[in-house]
């Protein structure tokens, strides 16, 4: 006993109403796949430049901190750092060691690089640390 089995319709009769569906799909979807892959790389890069803005500051701080240290020993620690690590762009260091107030403080900005061309990829970062002075042992 055989049994009768109906014939299925021809591929191009089965699919004749979804031709070129998948290419419409790929061709909407891709875009917005890559911009979020991209997307994950900027913010990847923007917590990289800011880390490194940040060890920078605090770098230059305990540079420009010691009794006989000047603003440039801050400047050439914080450029240390930048060098090193740093993806900054367009970068201003500033050092600024007051001697009456006690306080050393030292901002960074400068720009992370930009793959993704919208949003502003402006970083700031800010370190401050008292001046360290020597207390002869009588004064103690």
Partial sequence: MSEWRER???????????AGVASTEVAVVM???LTLIMLIFQVGLFW?????????????????QLAAA????????????????????NV???VDRNVGTGLVTVTISGDA???????????????????????????R
Avoid: C, M, Y
């Fill in 8 to 18: 299925p319709p021809p591929r191009s009769a089965r699919l004749s109403g979804e």
């Fill in 31 to 33: 875009p917005a796949v």
């Fill in 48 to 64: 990289h430049a800011k880390q490194a803005a940040d060890v920078a500051a605090e770098e230059a701080v305990e540079a420009a």
């Fill in 70 to 89: 000047s603003e440039a020993d801050g400047l050439a620690g914080a450029n240390t750092i930048l060098g090193q690590a740093g993806n900054l762009k």
């Fill in 92 to 94: 201003i260091v500033t």
């Fill in 113 to 139: 690089p930009a793959i993704v061309p919208f949003g502003g990829w402006h970083i700031e970062s800010q370190a401050q640390g008292s001046i360290e002075r020597f207390i002869p042992a009588g004064e």
